[in-house]
């Protein structure tokens, strides 16, 4: 079985900042890449931001130059460090892990962690 765990979500100051944590555990053989996405309420979940093995990265628009994604391979952990938070950014978090297993390459899903960005 693999295991995706997020942490860090909570309440927020706008213009504070949050450091969110993902993860991931089980037999999987090698990591493609990891995200993070959120879906606020009444809209459909986005992609905020992802990782390659490399270190190759991408930002949704909304969130460059205040939101920066970076992994520790050696933890099997993911970060996603929020800066200036404005209320828009207010939603649940998900991790994302796409992973080979077992010969295939698969998709994995934390259960999301909750940010709130209000005063």
């Known amino acids: 079985q693999v295991q995706v765990v997020e942490s860090g979500g909570g309440l927020v100051q706008p213009g504070g900042s949050l450091r969110l944590s993902c993860a991931h555990s089980g037999d999987i053989f090698s990591i493609n890449w990891m995200a993070w996405h959120r879906q606020a309420p009444g809209k459909q979940r986005e992609l905020v931001a992802e990782?390659?093995?490399?270190?190759?990265?991408n930002y949704a628009d909304s969130v460059k130059g205040r939101f920066t994604i970076s992994r520790d391979n050696a933890k099997n952990t993911v970060y996603l460090q929020m800066n200036s938070l404005k209320a828009e950014d207010t939603g649940v978090y998900f991790c994302?892990?796409?992973?080979?297993?077992?010969?295939?390459?698969?998709?994995?899903w934390g259960q999301g962690t909750q940010v709130t960005v209000s005063s």
């Open positions: 990782i390659t093995t490399g270190g190759n990265t």
């Open positions: 994302y892990v796409n992973a080979r297993r077992r010969g295939r390459n698969s998709d994995y």
